[in-house]
């Protein structure tokens, strides 16, 4: 009993330090795609049917990242350190958060108005939290044990297998967590107000374009 009282703090320790791991690695991300809406700019012109139809998939994709995030946090709600959660999207995909963070960036990507925009900031956001997923699951194997290592066994790290979907149980729900998840993935919709402005620039020739994208 000494034993579990003392493993909880340090369990809960070494997965906030994961955590702040994967804030340090968004905030990089926000830095990044901002940098590349403001100097990047698609070969579509603006105003086009393929522009616009590209700047509102991107939105669909953005809506799609933050209610997939909400849907993913009802479930896991602070428990990812203390037992493994296999219900809902967890039984489909290990990783819900960073799949839907990675959708909602590449809708972002989609507000250039360009393809090429929504595949790179799509692998660039599933490859910085690649690095994020492989520290957490050193961590979860060894605060988890056997259950966690049969999860892994059976539910793939990233891509969704929908075949394997379970509806589960949310555990007790906790409306601090499912608002600042909220809070988290608004960031991604100010691409949407800011991108205009910026491609209002570009056009006035106040921001220049260094490259631009198909």
């Known amino acids: 009993m000494v034993n579990e009282i003392k493993s909880a703090p340090v369990e809960a320790h070494g997965l906030g330090n994961y955590q702040h791991m994967r804030r340090m690695v968004l905030a990089v991300l926000v830095v990044v795609l901002f940098l590349a809406l403001l100097f990047g700019q698609s070969t579509f012109p603006p105003e086009t049917w393929v522009h616009e139809s590209i700047e509102m998939f991107g939105v669909l994709l953005i809506f799609l990242g933050i209610v997939g995030r909400l849907w993913a946090t009802l479930y896991i709600g602070g428990r990812k350190s203390s037992e493994v959660v296999t219900g809902g999207p967890y039984s489909i995909t290990r990783n819900p958060l960073y799949v839907f963070s990675t959708v909602a960036a590449a809708g972002v990507g989609a507000q250039i108005g360009s393809f090429s925009g929504i595949i790179l900031f799509a692998l660039l956001c599933a490859g910085a939290f690649h690095i994020v997923i492989l520290r957490e699951e050193k961590f979860l194997k060894e605060a988890l044990g056997a259950p966690y290592q049969a999860y892994l066994e ?61």
Do not use: C, H, N
């Open 154 to 214: 059976k539910v793939p790290r990233f891509f969704p297998k929908l075949s394997l979907y379970q509806e589960g149980d949310t555990g007790s729900f906790k409306p601090r967590l499912l608002l600042t998840t909220l809070l988290d993935g608004l960031v991604f919709l100010v691409a949407l107000p800011a991108f205009e402005l910026i491609d209002g620039a570009q056009l006035s020739g106040m921001l220049p374009v260094w490259f631009t994208l198909p």
